[in-house]
């Protein structure tokens, strides 16, 4: 902190030059570290071959992670979307669930596909990841859940639901359903019908299941 007031008394913009490159080299490891983790796994990548994809030294890497761990789990962090951009705000779910419904799993499959290499090694390897890290997965990813339930219970206060429908369940069956399908179609590719088809099915039978008679 002291250095840092001595240089912005000589530099008042040097302190953010510094600041801002220290960004931009962490992005660049965590970019990195997700291209080597989603080609060698993330018990066969070292730091060694991250810190050279990234350009920089093992020094570097550890100067802005303090340890493997936490490099992983900031990389699978890293790029995540807010929970309020996937679901939108609450009013509209009144009025148009399938048409919210469509939006969100359209934004969520397309989180996905960004991603689809590193979700590949979370689901191949989640097991052994370190449970810290498992953790603060579990706890980053709650907001997300939550939100989708917060905007399904307005929908259930407006009508649209039937009272009886778990929403946590529900929640979790459709986000399953997106995620299973982003695998699949990347690995064998859509079948004899398009992924836009495939979701907005996943829709209709998500509705026609939780919806009042």
Not at 33 to 55: K, L, M, W
């Amino acid at each position: 902190m002291q250095v840092d007031a001595c240089i912005a008394k000589s530099d008042p913009n040097l302190v953010q030059r510094t600041r801002s490159y220290g960004d931009l080299t962490r992005r660049r490891i965590l970019e990195a570290a997700e291209r080597v983790f989603s080609r060698d796994g993330f018990q066969g990548a070292t730091t060694r071959e991250i810190a050279r994809e990234a350009q920089v030294n093992e020094v570097t890497l550890f100067r802005h992670f303090r340890t493997r761990d936490e490099l992983v789990r900031e990389t699978i962090l890293y790029r995540t979307i807010a929970p309020e951009d996937l679901v939108g705000p609450k009013a509209p779910w009144q009025s148009d669930l399938p048409g919210q419904l469509e939006q969100y799993v359209r934004k969520y499959y397309t989180a996905l596909l960004d991603r689809e290499s590193l979700v590949r090694a979370v689901v191949g390897e989640g097991r052994v990841l370190p449970p810290a890290v498992r953790q603060a997965v579990l706890e980053k990813m709650a907001p997300m859940r939550a939100a989708l339930i917060e905007r399904l219970q307005v929908a259930k206060k407006a009508g649209c639901i039937r009272p009886n429908v778990d929403l946590g369940c529900a929640v979790d069956i459709l986000r399953d359903t997106v995620h299973t399908g982003m695998l699949r179609h990347t690995m064998y590719g859509p079948g004899d019908y398009s992924v836009d088809t495939y979701l907005r099915t996943v829709v209709a039978i998500f509705i026609q299941g939780v919806r009042k008679p």
